[in-house]
């Protein structure tokens, strides 16, 4: 690579023949004929419009999150602007990411509501929506029942082949404590596990 000395025009000489620079109509020095990693010359809100847009090509998100990772890209200065952005074409929308997540985090045999709920908290959800979304999940999946049916399926799926009715009270004991792990209230696990008769 040529080096001009100090005092010297900075002029870029012409690509030599058969470069693909050359080609491209680039002068020899460009950034493209240089060893390392291209300088960064878009303007950072063009910067942060493009690290939000390829965080929400993954998958959707919430507003907190897209926050989130303008600030780790170091551009928490135009998340106010680009969130604005987002929110105007319609790629943000926390009550429905708060929906779809709910039904996918309530679904049988996975979580309940108490630990969905703090799932989508976690998220950026603010908790209102949070729990009208877990509530309208609870209704489709359980038709009424809710939680004590999915806390049902799980209990069941992870009793196995023995069923709940063949658990011994060490094990009774033991699945109770991971269903009330996985989020379902104590009543909700008491019902289903028949500790104790509904009045």
Request: charged share 25%.
């Amino acid at each position: 690579m040529r080096r001009r000395a100090q005092g010297q025009p900075d002029e870029a000489a012409p690509a030599p023949q058969g470069s693909p620079n050359a080609e491209r109509g680039f002068a020899a020095g460009t950034d493209l004929d240089r060893a390392g990693p291209p300088v960064e010359t878009s303007p950072p809100l063009a910067r942060a419009k493009n690290v939000a847009l390829r965080y929400l090509a993954a998958g959707a998100r919430t507003e907190a999150q897209v926050r989130a990772r303008l600030a780790r890209a170091e551009l928490a200065g135009e998340a106010d602007e680009v969130v604005a952005w987002l929110l105007r074409l319609g790629y943000l929308d926390d009550a429905a990411y708060a929906r779809a997540h709910a039904r996918a985090l309530v679904a049988p045999g996975r979580l309940g509501p108490r630990l969905a709920e703090r799932r989508l908290l976690v998220a950026g959800v603010d908790r209102g929506r949070a729990r009208e979304a877990i509530a309208a999940a609870l209704a489709e999946a359980g038709a009424g029942a809710g939680e004590t049916a999915l806390c049902r399926a799980l209990a069941e799926k992870r009793a196995g082949a023995a069923g709940l009715a063949g658990l011994d009270d060490r094990a009774r004991s033991k699945l109770a404590r991971f269903l009330l792990g996985r989020g379902f209230s104590g009543s909700a696990v008491a019902r289903v596990l028949g500790l104790y008769e509904d009045g």
